[in-house]
């Protein structure tokens, strides 16, 4: 079965600076990977998604992320964050046998002005 | 395009009894996923459908929880009877199909509240 793990329940950068937000993936095979945004009292909204093709995606709102098989890792990264960045983040994945989606536990993103 | 509609955004009941929620999915969606997200975690699959016809339930308390989608398009979440645990967001999802890294579309959710 597919696990996700986000490292770090909470991250807090000041505004302007390198946004990282680290996921984890277990399983033998590459999964299809996905990273979403949620803002207060809002459903999940979708940054980017890696479906075996570049390994460098790229997403919305200049968020991108690199899937790394070596250290089964999708880390989601921005150059400069915003104070409107300010939300939860999770990580997801499903392997090609399987469409459940599976959750990490989510990382919040506290941006400091 | 319109998005996944769900109802009521909000729901306070006491333990023991009923409570349904609805969803809309976005038009022309044949799939659709009922999640529960408790705080603090990510999102588990409770349900998924492809049109009328139930693919993953694995994951649903069948003992209290049902679920159902008539005619392929609107759907319905059920608890009956409720207990504490059961408080948590209950998001709606919708995809065009269940292919392998087709994109899932989010619903604002529903917030229940179990006393």
């Known amino acids: 079965a597919q696990s996700v793990t986000q490292l770090g329940s909470h991250v807090s950068v000041s505004e302007g600076a390198l946004v990282l937000l680290r996921c984890n993936y277990s399983s033998s095979v590459p999964p299809y990977l996905f990273w979403y945004v949620q803002y207060p009292n809002q459903g999940l909204q979708l940054l980017l998604k890696y479906t075996s093709a570049a390994t460098l995606v790229k997403g919305i709102n200049g968020f991108e992320a690199e899937f790394k098989k070596s250290e089964t890792s999708f880390h989601l990264t921005k150059p400069s964050a915003h104070m409107s960045d300010a939300a939860e983040y999770f990580c997801?994945?499903?392997?090609?046998?399987?469409?459940?989606?599976?959750f990490g536990k989510g990382t919040k993103l506290s941006v400091i002005p | 395009e319109a998005g996944v509609a769900q109802s009521p955004r909000y729901k306070i009941i006491e333990k023991r009894q009923s409570v349904a929620f609805w969803c809309n999915p976005i038009s022309g969606h044949a799939t659709l996923y009922w999640y529960q997200q408790i705080l603090g975690q990510g999102p588990k699959l409770l349900i998924q459908?492809?049109?009328?016809?139930?693919?993953?339930d694995s994951q649903l308390p069948k003992d209290r929880f049902s679920a159902e989608r008539l005619k392929g398009v609107d759907s319905t979440l059920k608890i009956q009877p409720a207990k504490l645990e059961d408080s948590a967001v209950y998001l709606c999802?919708?995809?065009?199909?269940?292919?392998?890294?087709?994109?899932?579309?989010f619903g604002p959710g529903t917030r229940l509240l179990v006393l």
């Open positions: 997801a994945a499903h392997g090609a046998g399987s469409y459940q989606l599976t």
């Open positions: 999802a919708s995809s065009l199909g269940a292919p392998a890294g087709e994109t899932q579309y």
């Open positions: 459908f492809q049109n009328n016809g139930v693919v993953d």
